[in-house]
């Protein structure tokens, strides 16, 4: 590393992380996920019918992930309003015919994903099951948000790309 540590690592994971890597850029480049601004603009409108202003970062960050490939990154500090931001996307996609899907790591991240941005969500172990088991939930027309995604593994985050870029998601 840049400190001149020693890294420690196998050869599965840098295949994984390369597969990773493939993946989160074959998807970067596909612009099927753009939706149009009067979908943006009518689900900012619902949230501050209901109280709910954003920051400039925010829609900044809603813009980016509606606006641009099939592949986003929201990042924030907790409290920074990333699950609110995450929903005004939701509605935006689904106002504009997308099935929206949240994954989180555990049961407990995915039901708060679920009660505080009204998406239907599940954990990534199931997820990764049903799409091992031939029946995943995702198609050309789905959006996957997935919560934490830093806190994955490489093989996992690898298979949900590869499966996404599959099946277009």
Request: hydrophobic letters at 45%.
């Amino acid at each position: 590393d840049t400190k001149r540590n020693q890294v420690f690592t196998t050869q599965a994971v840098i295949e994984a992380e390369r597969e990773m890597i493939d993946h989160a850029k074959a998807l970067a480049k596909h612009e099927a996920f753009s939706i149009e601004p009067k979908f943006i603009e009518a689900a900012l409108a619902t949230m501050a019918e209901q109280g709910v202003t954003l920051s400039d970062e925010q829609v900044e960050a809603v813009m980016s992930a509606c606006t641009s490939s099939s592949f986003a990154i929201q990042q924030g500090s907790a409290g920074a309003g990333k699950t609110t931001s995450l929903n005004v996307v939701r509605t935006a996609y689904q106002q504009a015919g997308f099935t929206v899907l949240g994954a989180a790591t555990a049961k407990l991240a995915a039901n708060n994903l679920a009660e505080e941005a009204g998406i239907e969500t599940m954990t990534i172990a199931r997820l990764l099951i049903d799409i091992e088991q031939e029946r995943s939930p995702l198609s050309a027309k789905s959006v996957l948000l997935v919560d934490e995604a830093g806190q994955l593994g490489s093989d996992q985050l690898a298979s949900l790309l590869r499966h996404a870029r599959e099946v277009q998601a």
